[in-house]
């Protein structure tokens, strides 16, 4: 016998981000302009296409659907994070800043390339998400006092008060004394902002009110808090595995952490904390569409690598 009406299936966070990553991809494959110089497109298209979880662009895709908006009004608001998000990657990689070879478990880009098409690369993609963010609003009748909201939020969260600063403030704090209050302004400028632009955008592009847009902002500012703590405790259960495998090898440790600032215990609490903060935040919201927000709160705080 079949039954007309089922049960719905469990939500699954692995199924939804899934989904979700399938869809950006070829919106992302799409959204990179075809022809010449090939050498750059090549360059940009290594950055963009290969590998990612794709955790921006889903809370953009989320927080639309989560004020009751159609997710199709937040596909270039998803594309332009995840683009700004590659390029900040390729530019953070370079000899000039964290100087790293590998990322994503291949070359860099810069190695793969060169300094100077890495370079011009991530410029390019920079200005590719907010001619995306900028034309894709349109084409899909976004309003336009939406859109420019959208736009300035956006560069708000890269610029002089986003991840440049966050970036720089890292630079000047290598190998210096930092205090937990740097090392949350490093946080919340190189990690949650975009986090947050991800997830405000899409809320906007949406159509949420004044309240509904501030909710969404900082339920992602505590996940982006959440995702630097839980990789902090992580680092520390690592090493200390390592540490155990290769008795007397010391590791690299100069660096300011959570655990290193409060403590291991403490660093789990003030995960909790931040977890059950951004879990708050989405009660106001339909309790149907907050499924996908809650799991991936859980899934960051609860990740075992
Ligand atoms: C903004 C003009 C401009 C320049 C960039 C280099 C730089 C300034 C900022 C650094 C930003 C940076 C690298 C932040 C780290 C963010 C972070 C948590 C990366 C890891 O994100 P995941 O786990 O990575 O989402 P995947 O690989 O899954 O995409």
């Known amino acids: 016998t079949t039954t ?10 692995e199924r939804y981000m899934a989904s979700k990553a399938a869809t950006v991809n070829e919106a992302l494959d799409r959204a990179l302009p075809p022809g010449h110089p090939e050498r750059l497109l090549e360059s940009m298209r290594y950055s963009l296409l290969a590998g990612g979880k794709r955790v921006r662009p889903m809370l953009a895709l989320a927080a639309c659907a989560l004020v009751g908006g159609d997710e199709a009004a937040a596909e270039p608001v998803a594309c332009a994070v995840e683009m700004v998000h590659a390029m900040s990657l390729v530019h953070d990689d370079l000899p000039c800043m964290d100087d790293d070879d590998l990322r994503r478990g291949r070359p ?5 390339f060169s300094v100077s098409t890495a370079l011009l690369a991530g410029d390019a993609l920079l200005a590719l998400a907010f001619e995306h ?18 736009v300035a939020e956006l560069a708000g969260a ?3 008060g986003g991840l440049a600063a966050g970036q720089v403030v890292d630079l000047a704090s290598e190998g210096a004394d930092v205090g937990l209050a740097t090392l949350e302004y490093i946080h919340v400028h ?3 902002r975009l986090l947050e632009a991800a997830a405000v955008c899409g809320a906007i592009v949406a159509g949420g009110d004044d309240e509904e847009v501030e909710g969404v902002r900082r339920y992602a500012r505590y996940v982006g808090l959440l995702f630097q703590v839980v990789d902090d405790v992580l680092d520390v259960t690592r090493t200390s595995e390592q540490l155990g495998k290769t008795a007397g090898k010391d590791v690299a440790t100069d660096k300011a952490t959570y655990p290193k600032l409060m403590g291991v215990d403490g660093a789990r609490a003030y ?9 708050a935040e989405l009660d106001r ?11 991936l709160a859980r899934f960051i705080a609860y990740r075992q690598h």
Do not use: I, M, W, Y
Not at 4 to 12: K, T
Not at 285 to 295: G, I, M, S, Y
């Open 108 to 112: 860099t880009n810069h190695v793969a």
């Open 158 to 160: 890269v610029g002089a």
């Open 190 to 192: 190189k990690t949650a």
């Open 285 to 295: 919201f339909d309790a149907a569409r907050t499924e996908p927000l809650r799991h």
């Open 133 to 150: 963010l900028a034309r894709g609003c349109a084409d899909r009748g976004v309003p336009a006092d939406r859109a420019l909201r959208a």
């Open 4 to 13: 007309v009406l089922q049960d719905e299936e469990p939500f699954s966070l």
């Open 271 to 279: 995960a909790a904390e931040l977890v059950a903060s951004a879990e």
